[in-house]
């Protein structure tokens, strides 16, 4: 199994990237694919999850208006589109797939994206470093 994140780049505020995670080992019918990113001398952060069994998406409250995840499963490929990029933005993404295909975390009240521990995540991509300048 091996999951390859790319895409990153420089980008000015206010603009767009699409990063692309992709899967090797299983199909994304099998497991949801979630990304996440850490800043400089933070934790990591969940951001949002497609999930395998219908391809449902989730989100984080402070991303879900300008980041959509989506997927091209002829290609085994799961997008993560970001735009109105910030500053706050810069950090290093990362694809993830948990060890079962369960769908998604959420918060049954609202709908929020809800991951589960980073080491409850076996199989990580590389990550990719985006940087938003000012």
């Known amino acids: 199994v091996q999951l390859q994140a790319s895409g990153g780049g420089l980008v000015q505020a206010g603009g767009s990237l699409r990063l692309s995670c992709t899967v090797f080992?299983?199909?994304?019918?099998?497991?949801?694919i979630n990304w996440f990113r850490q800043a400089p001398g933070k934790e990591r952060e969940g951001l949002g999850c497609i999930s395998n069994r219908d391809g449902t998406t989730r989100y984080r409250d402070f991303v879900k208006d300008r980041f959509t995840i989506s997927r091209d499963k002829s290609k085994n490929v799961v997008y993560l589109q970001m735009n109105r990029l910030q500053p706050e933005d810069t950090a290093v993404y990362f694809c993830?797939?948990?060890?079962?295909?369960?769908?998604?975390?959420?918060?049954?009240?609202?709908?929020?994206?809800?991951?589960?521990?980073?080491?409850?995540?076996?199989?990580w991509g590389q990550g990719t470093q985006v940087t938003v300048s000012s």
């Open positions: 993830a797939a948990p060890l079962a295909g369960t769908g998604c975390r959420y918060e049954s009240d609202t709908g929020t994206y809800y991951p589960s521990h980073i080491s409850e995540y076996p199989y």
């Open positions: 080992g299983f199909t994304l019918d099998n497991r949801s």
